[in-house]
Structures are given as structure tokens and as C-alpha cells.
């Protein structure tokens, strides 16, 4: 049987590129994770951990890389993958939550019919910052009556202390800077 892999293997790949998309930002590009089969295969693992198939009716992921690590996650656990997008891309009815970035604010959108109220739902996005993006996708699966399990993210930049945004919610997150 392989090793399992770690989340310091995980960290160990993931690529700090600076100042992008701005001056002043570590972007953590997760591309390297991706691109190498055990180490994305090992980061769905450990994402889904807590949970066995069939334990979880829906992996959500959040627009657009949450979306790689939830459409693989919800393949393992024998559920559906449904997602979270930015204001205008999902073309049916949906329900809006606004956020508010550093500057200004953002929109994201889920489908009205997307969940039946009290599926069970795993929640996946690849990075928590200020936990905005999060707290809006969390309160639009509360509209929908989901039973949120966990919220898990591939990394968290503690800093910032987005988990205040998600109090009422298990959390966790791999690598943590
Ligand atoms: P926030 O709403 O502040 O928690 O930001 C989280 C979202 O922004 C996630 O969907 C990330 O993909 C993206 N993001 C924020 N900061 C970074 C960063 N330093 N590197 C990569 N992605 C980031």
C-alpha cells in the first residue's frame, strides 16, 4: 500500500507567488497540488476524512477552485457535487448573499432547488482568507435548511481570522500559514 500523504507534503507544494493579483498579496497557487496525481489524490483524502460514502448527501464547493477539490471529494463519498457560483453564472432560480471584500463587495449564488432542506453537506474551498466568501456560501445552504457537517479548506491564512465568519460551523482546514 503507498504512504498516505501528509499535509506537509501538501505544503510543501503548494507555490507562494507574491503579489499577485496585486501588490502586497501572497497568492497561494495550489496548480502544483493538482498536478501531481498522489498528492491530489492524498489532499481528497484527507479533505474528506471524517466521512465515509454515503455519510453525506452533497459536497459543496465554492467558484472556482473549491470547485476541483469538491467535484473529486463528492465522486469519493458517493454524493452530489453542487455548486456555489459568482452573481450570474448558475442559469435557474437562485438565492444571492452578498459579502464584503477590502474594497467593495461580492455576490455569490446558489440554485433554489439545489438541496432538499436537511441534506447533509460538506462544504469545500481550497483557501479561507477573511472567511467572506465562506460565511455567504454558509448562509445561502442555512436559507436552503442544509445540515452543514464541516467546512473544510485545502488552506487557511490564520492571520486573517476568517473562522470568525463561520463560528456556528465545524471548521478545518490542511495547511495553515
Ligand atoms: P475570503 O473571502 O477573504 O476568505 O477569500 C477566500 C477566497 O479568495 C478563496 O476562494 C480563495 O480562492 C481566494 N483567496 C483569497 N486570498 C488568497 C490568497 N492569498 N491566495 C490564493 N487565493 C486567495
Redesign the pocket.
Known amino acids: 500500500m503507498p504512504q498516505a500523504v501528509t499535509a506537509a507534503e501538501i505544503e510543501a507544494a503548494i507555490r507562494n507567488v507574491p503579489d499577485f493579483p496585486k501588490p502586497g498579496?501572497?497568492?497561494?497557487d495550489i496548480t502544483p497540488v493538482l498536478a501531481d496525481p498522489r498528492l491530489f489524490a492524498g489532499a481528497i483524502d484527507l479533505l474528506t476524512e471524517n466521512f465515509s460514502p454515503g455519510s453525506i448527501d452533497a459536497v459543496v464547493g465554492?467558484d472556482a477552485?473549491?470547485f476541483i477539490f469538491a467535484a473529486a471529494a463528492a465522486t469519493k463519498l458517493n454524493a452530489g457535487f453542487i455548486p456555489i457560483r459568482k452573481k450570474g453564472k448558475l442559469p435557474h432560480s437562485t438565492h444571492e448573499q452578498d459579502y464584503a471584500l477590502e474594497y467593495g463587495h461580492a455576490t455569490v449564488a446558489i440554485h433554489t432547488d439545489a438541496l432538499r432542506s436537511g441534506a447533509r453537506v460538506l462544504l469545500i474551498?481550497?483557501?479561507?482568507?477573511?472567511?467572506?466568501?465562506?460565511g455567504a456560501a454558509a448562509a445561502l445552504l442555512q436559507k436552503l435548511g442544509a445540515n452543514i457537517r464541516e467546512i473544510v479548506f485545502l488552506i487557511e491564512?490564520k492571520f486573517l481570522d476568517?473562522r470568525k465568519q463561520l463560528k456556528n460551523f465545524p471548521v478545518r482546514s490542511l495547511v495553515v500559514y
Open positions: 498579496i501572497q497568492f497561494k465554492i477552485r473549491g474551498d481550497d483557501l479561507l482568507a477573511t472567511g467572506g466568501t465562506a491564512l476568517g
